[in-house]
């Protein structure tokens, strides 16, 4: 900052000098009976400000749904030895997959209420907000329309679509087995799984089937690609939704 006096002085300011425990001593123009402000620790709180805004932003955009948005790791009861090498198996996964891409896939099956979802959301959520990992959750159902939506829309197109999904560091892909009966879907899911086990990008692939009705529903290829190099966690533990209901 270059200091003029005597534009300092004619709006009433004076120079006088600070000092910043994290920066040393500084100058600074200021009211008369003010107290000086360190301006590298205002460049770097505006840049912090920033950064939070950004990754604010980047939780909108990550698709993770409106009631797991505050989902975290630690709100999760214990509910069996299970549950609690799953979580350990899961959270581990998650450190990893935040400093390398070659971590591998996640394949997550199991029964209904299981936290699942609340466990793909919590590590979404972590991982842009500690790592900045462009992550994106969606269902294989919401990858279908938004590829579909693409179709006679001028400028957009149905690869350029796909290709996006393709890329993200981190795909979170939900209720895999939940496709349309026209088939739109399964080839969606297809391109993708393909698409992405060809980069090596890490995928983390949720469903209620077993591996074989998986490979009944999506097929044997998909189902190799996501099986490929990954850390499958069984989900076979009481329904959370039915025990809720119960009290
Ligand atoms: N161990 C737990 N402690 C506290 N809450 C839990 C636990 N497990 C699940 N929940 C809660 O129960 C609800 C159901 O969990 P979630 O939707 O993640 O299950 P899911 O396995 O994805 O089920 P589905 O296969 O039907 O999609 C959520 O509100 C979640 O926060
Ligand atoms: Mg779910
Ligand atoms: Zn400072």
Redesign the pocket.
Request: hydrophobic share 30%.
């Given at each position: 900052m270059q200091y003029f006096p005597k534009v300092a002085s004619l709006r009433g300011l004076a120079r006088v000098s600070g000092h910043c425990a994290k920066h040393g001593d500084f100058v600074a123009d200021v009211l008369p009976g003010r107290v000086p402000l360190c301006l590298r620790c205002d460049v770097e709180k505006e840049s912090a400000n920033r950064l939070a805004e950004q990754r604010r932003a980047e939780l909108w955009r990550c698709g993770v749904p409106g009631?797991?948005r505050q989902?975290k790791f630690r709100?999760?009861?214990?509910?069996c030895p299970e549950?609690v090498a799953v979580l350990q198996a899961f959270k581990g996964w998650v450190a990893r997959v935040g400093k390398d891409r070659n971590a591998g896939n996640v394949v997550m099956v199991?029964?209904?209420?299981?936290?699942?979802?609340?466990?793909?959301?919590a590590a979404a959520l972590n991982l842009i907000a500690h790592c900045g990992l462009d992550v994106r959750y969606v269902t294989s159902d919401q990858m279908r329309v938004e590829v579909c939506e693409t179709w006679g829309k001028p400028g957009r197109s149905e690869n350029v679509e796909l290709r996006r999904l393709a890329m993200y560091p981190l795909l979170i892909i939900?209720?895999v087995d939940i496709l349309d009966a026209n088939g739109h879907g399964l080839r969606i899911l297809n391109r993708v799984i393909d698409a992405r086990s060809a980069e090596g990008l890490p995928t983390v692939y949720?469903s209620?089937q077993t591996q074989e009705r998986l490979t009944d529903i999506v097929g044997a290829r998909a189902v190799s690609r996501m099986y490929e190099n990954a850390l499958v966690l069984q989900?076979y533990w009481e329904?959370?939704?039915a025990r809720?209901m119960g009290n």
């Open positions: 009631k797991f989902a709100d999760l009861l214990e509910i549950q199991g029964s209904t209420g299981t936290g699942k979802t609340h466990m793909a959301s939900d209720e949720i209620n989900c329904d959370f939704r809720r």
